[in-house]
């Protein structure tokens, strides 16, 4: 299994952007999958999570109502719209993959992560 973030990069507190995740290498569609981010010296933490068919998402109490979740199974891909952006969004964001949709917030239900793409939010 592979999975490459992409989207990142520079933008002004209020602003937005897109990450995206592609997978390959194995079935996607039966995937939950999850956003974490890790911010300077600080550990990696969750920020949203989807089900295999999208019916199920849960989001971080610091992103709710700002970020949104989706994916494309007939794409292999996986979204992150990021709205109203605050400096503290500022990190390194990364996509996985697991197996079954228990405990989505919990960095141990994944068994693969992709590399990481990073986000900074200027104020």
């Known amino acids: 299994v592979q999975l490459q973030a992409s989207g990142g990069g520079l933008v002004q507190a209020g602003g937005s952007l897109r990450l995206s995740c592609a997978a390959s290498?194995?079935?996607?569609?039966?995937?939950?999958m999850g956003w974490f981010r890790q911010a300077p010296g600080k550990e990696r933490e969750f920020v949203a999570a989807i089900s295999a068919n999208s019916e199920i998402t849960s989001y971080a109490d610091s992103v709710k109502g700002r970020f949104t979740i989706s994916r494309d199974n007939a794409e292999n891909t996986l979204h992150l719209e990021m709205f109203s952006l605050q400096p503290e969004d500022t990190a390194v964001y990364y996509c996985?993959?697991?197996?079954?949709?228990?405990?989505?917030?919990?960095?141990?239900?994944?068994?693969?992560w992709g590399q990481g793409t990073q986000v900074t939010v200027s104020s």
């Open positions: 996985a993959a697991g197996r079954y949709y228990y405990y989505p917030r919990r960095q141990s239900a994944y068994d693969y």
């Open positions: 290498g194995r079935i996607f569609s039966s995937d939950a």
